[in-house]
């Protein structure tokens, strides 16, 4: 058994470790040293602080009910937060305060459900002046929300469709 030092710091943005700590000279007789030392002077094993939550935290991801909620959050909500970050400018909110954050968000989700409602309706139209009036004024309240909420938010590169 190699008699490690156990030492406790903190890293970087308070990430607290374990470190332990062995000479090289323990190692002398031992096969592995080479694969294990390489250049250092002494073996070290670092390990974060909570490793306890964090193999409490995998045991619950991998779970059969983990594993059921991780594809339901993967296609419900993330191709929505990636469709508003990638395509609607939605990297940053420049607004002050939760409630203003609150609005800036109602309104993307409000522009998004409607693009995505056109889309689905453009599909299952069929030819038919009243439905065509109705996609027109859809299209055009869409077009009317995008400038209200680049006016508003003042999100850059951003550009209405």
Excluded: W
């Excluded at 937060?81 to 309104?107: C, D, E, S, W």
């Excluded at 309240?141 to 995008?146: K, P, S, T």
């Amino acid at each position: 058994m190699i008699p490690f030092k156990k030492i406790f710091y903190e890293g970087v943005n308070n990430n607290k470790k374990k470190e332990y700590r062995a000479s090289k000279k323990v190692c002398i007789d031992c096969p592995l040293r080479s694969a294990c030392l390489k250049k250092s002077q002494e073996k070290r094993i670092t390990i974060t602080y909570y490793v306890e939550e964090y193999e409490r935290n995998n045991l619950r991801v991998n779970s059969a009910r983990g594993r059921y909620m991780k594809g339901k959050r993967q296609s419900t909500v993330e191709p929505v937060f990636g469709t508003l970050t990638q395509f609607l400018g939605l990297r940053k909110i420049n607004t002050i305060g939760i409630k203003q954050a609150n609005k800036v968000m109602h309104m993307a989700a409000m522009a998004y459900n409607l693009k995505k409602y056109l889309k689905f309706t453009q599909k299952r139209v069929k030819s038919g002046a009243g439905m065509l009036a109705l996609l027109f004024c859809l299209k055009k309240r869409v077009y009317e929300l995008e400038k209200l909420f680049l006016r508003n938010f003042k999100i850059a590169n951003y550009k209405v469709t």
